[in-house]
């Protein structure tokens, strides 16, 4: 919300709850959610200082860097190790300044702390290039950002915790053919940065620096997940009921911990989450996409393979867990979204015998279900976003089915006509129905 937006609503929290139609905590809660609207208004602003410091700062990062490396060969190496470690030592500085002088300005801990993770990657990569030490891309990354997320504890800096996430994943995908290195450490190493997020979280779990975190935290996590496990799904098969776990599990999570706010910038993982769940539902609608050989386990490798199908279990588990619990919630949304990983696991199950007949049956009657079902809430509430949202599901199954079917040009033209039309009365007749309202 805007400054206004905030001035408004503290304008009308007296005679909501004179009215007893909020409650007085409620009101107060309300209150230290938004903060001072002077501070409110004022968010955008300090961000925009931020991105600006940080990008000014890369600037003149990359142009040092630039200089240096002109005549880089021409100077001796102890000197080459001694400029290889001052931009870290400079950040480390800068750092310290801060703390003493107590600059505690999010413009300041973004700034220092982007220049000091900077600062670490661009020693350690010199470093390794004036003594010609071996290594590839991941093990640069992992390295990195392992030693610059400290600097995210230290400073309460995001930018070092963003490039962490990003890192362990680059990691992960580079080890996955490598024999000798285990993507399944990507786990142990994402917890790592958890405790950063709940850090940043406990005041408001809705400012921008948890936000950022948790959108970056949802699509890494969904790229990495897939890279760790890739041999248990090559083997068993078991990607529908992994991703199905995973992207319901994000949207339970987000829906019960992150679930008071309406914006969807605000909402990353049930935004990640939803979007996970519907773009592997009508995948999973295609007969084809159900595979039929599984269980190809390897005898040299069974600890590992162990290892695997605990983690997918661990994630099925307490993806279905949250989802029994939001039956007493009664939303619709979480209870449709929730029920993905059981669907996927009856289908994955029923895999075998059927060769996927079943498993896409069930999931296009749950996308019939569920377009339809969101069509009638939007409709009720005379919601638009909501009915388009319902539509457009049950328009992409509709389509999906009939470029799967053996039907003429002529045929498809009219059903395109008539779900376009569809669209657009329904858009009509609400717009009226607003219209006369006001």
Not at 99 to 106: D, H, K, M, P, Q
Not at 206 to 234: E, K, Q
Not at 343 to 352: F, M
């Amino acid at each position: 919300m805007n400054k206004r937006q905030v001035q408004w609503l503290y304008e009308e929290l007296p005679g909501l709850v004179g009215q007893g139609v909020l409650p007085a905590d409620a009101a107060e809660r309300l209150r230290q959610h938004y903060g001072e609207p002077e501070a409110a208004g004022s968010t955008a602003k300090r961000w925009a200082i931020s991105l600006f410091s940080i990008l000014g700062v890369t600037l003149i990062g990359g142009g040092i860097i630039l200089l240096l490396a002109h005549n880089w060969e021409e100077f001796p190496r102890p000197v080459r190790t001694g400029l290889s470690l001052l931009p870290m030592l400079v950040a480390q500085g800068l750092a310290g300044y801060g703390v003493l002088r107590e600059r505690a300005s999010t413009a300041w801990r973004e700034v220092v702390g982007l220049l000091w993770a900077a600062g670490i990657g661009t020693s350690i990569g010199l470093v390794a290039l004036t003594y010609h030490l071996s290594g590839d891309i991941g093990e640069f990354w992992l390295v990195w950002t392992l030693a610059g997320l400290p600097v995210a504890y230290l400073l309460g800096a995001t930018v070092p915790a963003l490039l962490y996430l990003v890192g362990i994943t680059v990691w992960t995908g580079s080890v996955l053919n490598c024999v000798a290195k285990e993507p399944l450490w990507y786990f142990p190493l994402l917890a790592l940065a958890l405790p950063y997020w709940w850090q940043t979280s406990r005041a408001n779990r809705y400012h921008l620096r948890p936000v950022l975190f948790a959108w970056v935290l949802a699509i890494t996590v969904c790229i990495a997940t897939g890279l760790a496990l890739a041999r248990a799904i090559d083997r068993l098969e078991v990607w529908p009921v992994l991703f199905g776990g995973l992207f319901g599990l994000l949207f339970l999570v987000g829906a019960r911990w992150w679930g008071t706010t309406t914006s969807a910038w605000r909402q990353p993982l049930q935004s990640v989450g939803v979007l996970g769940v519907l773009g592997l539902s009508l995948v999973l609608t295609f007969g084809d996409a159900w595979s039929h050989g599984r269980w190809h386990w390897e005898p040299v490798q069974t600890w590992r393979a162990a290892a695997e199908v605990a983690v997918v279990a661990v994630i099925l588990v307490a993806a279905l867990a949250l989802w029994v619990r939001s039956w007493t919630r009664r939303g619709w949304h979480e209870m449709m979204v929730g029920a993905v990983p059981a669907l996927a696991t009856i289908g994955w199950v029923l895999d075998a015998k059927t060769k996927g007949l079943l498993g896409a049956g069930l999931f296009n009657l749950y996308l019939f279900g569920f377009g339809i079902g969101t069509l009638v809430i939007g409709l009720r509430r005379r919601r638009l976003a909501t009915v388009n949202a319902g539509m457009a599901v049950f328009t992409v199954v509709i389509l999906c089915r009939f470029a799967d079917a053996d039907l003429g040009f002529v045929l498809r033209g009219v059903a395109f006509i008539v779900i376009g039309l569809g669209f657009l009365v329904t858009n009509l007749v609400l717009l009226r129905q607003k219209g006369a309202a006001r």
